[in-house]
Every structure is written in C-alpha cells, then in structure tokens.
C-alpha cells in the first residue's frame, strides 16, 4: 500500500504532538519532514515535494484551510493528498475541509493505526490515479497518430497533398497539424494560468474523445465540485464551457479549411449526435454549421483574389 521511500509532511503547532506523528511514521520506515506552523509548512512543502501532507487545521498566523488552499494552487504541490488533523469534527468543519480539497479529514485524539489506515488509503488511491492516468495518456498519444495518419492520408486522397511524399517528415508534421486546427487554435483558446496548465493541457489533448467534466477531474486529481469553482475563480468560465470552446475553435478551423460533411466534423470533435454539434455550434456563432462555412469560405476566397 506504500513504500518505505514516501515522504510525509507533518505541519502541527504543537511539539509533543508533532513529534509523537513524526517518529511513529518514521518507525514505519517514512521519510518525514515537521512543521510548526502553516508558513513553515508551505515552504517545506514546496522545496521537498512529499507524497502527502498531515495538517493541522487551528495554528497560530495561518490556519490548515489556509495552508491547503495554497498548495492547491501552486501546480508543484496542487495534487499532493492531504489529511486534516484537528480537534473538531463539527459538519460544517468537515464540509469546509472537503470543499477546499482535502482528502481525509481525522479528528483528534487519532491513534497511530487510524493515521496510517488514512495514509495507506490516500497513498493508495493516488498510485491508481497516476497509473490511470498513464494509460490514459498512452491510448490519447496512439489515438492522435492514428487521427494524424488517417487525417494526411484522406488530404492525399483530396488532393491536398499532392507533391508532398508521406516520408517527408515536416510536410507530414504541418499536415497533421493543420488537420486537428491545433496551430492555429490553442494559442488564443486558454489563457495563460500557470495553476491551471495541467487542466488545458489535458482539454488539448482529449477534446476530440468525448471527454465530460468528471474525465478532467480525475486526470487532474480533483473532485468535480472542486475543479468546477477553481477554474470558474480564475477564468469565469466553467470547465465545460473550456472544453466547448476548444470544440468550436476546432468546427471552426475544420469548416473552414475543408469540404467534409458537417456529421465527420462533429465525430472527429467528439461528438456522438451531429444534433448536439449544430446546436452548440448555433449558439456560439449565431448560424448553423453549413451556413457559417459558406459565408466564411466565401470571405476567404475574395481574401485571396484581393491579395
């Protein structure tokens, strides 16, 4: 369940209990770093990465919610689990706690035994995470070969890319790029938050899938609810409406760089129901897919023969 190499922070104000944690984790073969208040532990946390965090919620200058709501936000720290420790386990606390991402919550007087069962578990579900995540990955960068190979042999087929061999390996590299619209898409769709890169990266390379609300979370490390009102805080908008602007950056970019038919742009955006697409797309654009990409076509064109 975990390893003797994991590191644990421990950050409690209080001496006599600080030390009782840290050499009953150490005498169950953790690496542990103390704490004595939520500066000190900020700091630490940051220099020395651990596999999961023990806070105390009541200490002097800065309190555990605080403590917790600043690591979140730096990307280095933000997926790091984190237990509560505290003498309180009013619903309101736990609430808060929860609300706030944490990922345990023990009330005190907790045992060693209690402490290490929590410990195991959130260490546990961080590992099945991180390897969900991999094969998720794996299968996203196979889809996206696929997707690339299959998008450069159809603009062979169309004539796109006549005199350009398949073993060129920049023709081919600008020909996939120019099949999924990421060139010309992702540099204006996502702003630039550092605390939210790992989000929009993962919106990037999934968009196409079908990917929901719930995918993102879990690839983040998130609840739903917490990743929800982080990225509404810091963008105003929710992760759904991002996922749906990088969709339509795409449909835009597609309708307007080929003649596929209006039900392939819709599945290769991820979308199951050609419906759904022209409906999300008229609500963006105020015309229905067809209609947009005659009118933008056609204003590509004059562009052309004025220049």
Known sequence: MYESSNKILVIEDDKVTRNLYLKGLEAKG???IGADNGLAGIQKAQERIPDLVICDITMPDMDGYNVLTTLRQDPLTAIIPFIF???????????KAMELG??????KPSTLDELLRAIASRLEKQANLQYW???QFEKAAKSVFADNTRAI?????????VGVGVGDSEA????????????ATNKSIFPYIPQLKEVFDFIEAHYH????????????GYSPAYLTNRVAKQTGETVNCWIVKRRMAGARFLLQNNNQTVEKIAKALGYQDVSHFSRQFRQHHGLPPQAW???????SQQQVKFW
């Open 102 to 107: 944490a990922d345990d919550y023990l009330t």
């Open 209 to 220: 899938q079908g990917i929901t609300l719930c995918d993102v979370a879990l690839a983040v």
């Open 85 to 95: 420790l505290t003498g309180s386990s009013t619903k309101a606390d736990v609430r």
């Open 153 to 161: 042999a159809v603009a062979v087929d169309d004539g796109i890319g």
């Open 293 to 299: 990409r005659k009118e933008h076509q056609l204003v």
């Open 172 to 183: 081919v590299a600008t020909l996939g790029a120019s099949a999924s619209g990421r060139e």
């Open 133 to 135: 995540c991999n094969i």
């Open 30 to 32: 953790f690496d542990t």
